[in-house]
């Protein structure tokens, strides 16, 4: 589920009162449903993810996760100098520019024209101008083999139908034995409520149901569609798509962490997970 802004002082200018969003529903979303809505859903929303996250994230840094993980400490992608990088549901690419500040070639992709509105203006603040690129992530316009790297922190994956699908696309892109390392809400968090508070606390929903999420209008038309996986669906697609996994990190909510973001909260972190990081390589 989302990592909503902060609700702003007019309710007539959320997200969801432009969208027209009056409900929420769990049931099948089929791909070409969810591409429009969540298109539309990180359009209109760009601004105030950016208003309200911008901040932590930075202009040029690789925050990996609200825990606060760092690609510049964790080194999870290995020496990128000279190396060809691809980050998938890149939002404001402050990741890219940083693994350009690093030596790395990169370039980002993202699906929402929103949120690449501000990578432009992200680039033009640092002076880093990495090349950006409008696309579904199931559907890469990037020749076979071109990259040495691919990345994706909390992008595009929870907003697609199909993981083997995305990981077919990176799996072609990449050359052997590049790295492939993607950040994700932990899939625990799917069977409690999207909420930092102690309703968090309480389980409502089974981590086996795998019917999609969505918030929808009253025509029942999607505006906001996300998919639950549980960690074992993440390892098979990887399996099947050719990918070794070579860790899966859990970060502990670090002590004077005190940031809320959306469902993320000191309160929920130091008692259960909220991200995984797949750290995997193309076999």
Do not use: K
């Not at 690609?71 to 190396?83: F, I, K």
């Amino acid at each position: 589920m989302p990592e909503p802004a902060a609700p702003p002082a007019d309710p007539t200018e959320s997200t969801e009162h432009r969208l027209g969003t009056t409900g929420v529903a769990h049931r099948e979303v089929g791909g070409a449903e969810a591409e429009a809505a969540n298109l539309a859903w990180w359009d209109a929303d760009a601004d105030d993810y950016n208003a309200t996250h911008g901040g932590f994230l930075g202009d040029a840094d690789f925050v990996w996760c609200p825990e606060g993980v760092r690609e510049e400490n964790a080194r999870l992608l290995g020496d990128v100098r000279g190396r060809r990088v691809l980050e998938v549901g890149c939002g404001q690419a402050a990741c890219s520019r940083w693994l350009a500040s690093e030596g790395a070639y990169a370039v980002a992709a993202d699906l929402s024209g929103g949120m690449l509105r501000h990578a432009r203006a992200g680039n033009e603040r640092t002076g880093v101008a990495v090349p950006l690129v409008q696309a579904n992530a199931e559907r890469l316009p990037f020749a076979d083999s071109s990259f040495d790297v691919a990345c994706s922190a909390f992008g595009a994956l929870p907003f697609v139908p199909s993981l083997e699908t995305v990981f077919t696309e990176v799996h072609r892109l990449l050359r052997p034995d590049a790295p492939w390392v993607f950040s994700v809400t932990h899939p625990i968090r799917w069977i409690f409520p999207d909420d930092p508070g102690p309703q968090g606390l309480t389980v409502t929903q089974p981590y086996f149901d795998r019917t999609p999420y969505a918030e929808v209008d009253e025509d029942g038309v999607a505006t906001y569609v996300e998919y639950h996986r549980t960690v074992g669906d993440y390892v098979r697609a990887l399996n099947a798509t050719g990918f070794a996994l070579e860790d899966l990190l859990e970060p502990e909510w670090p002590d004077g962490h005190t940031r809320t973001w959306g469902q993320w909260s000191p309160l929920r972190g130091r008692l259960f997970p909220g991200t995984a990081i797949f750290r995997t390589r193309r076999a």
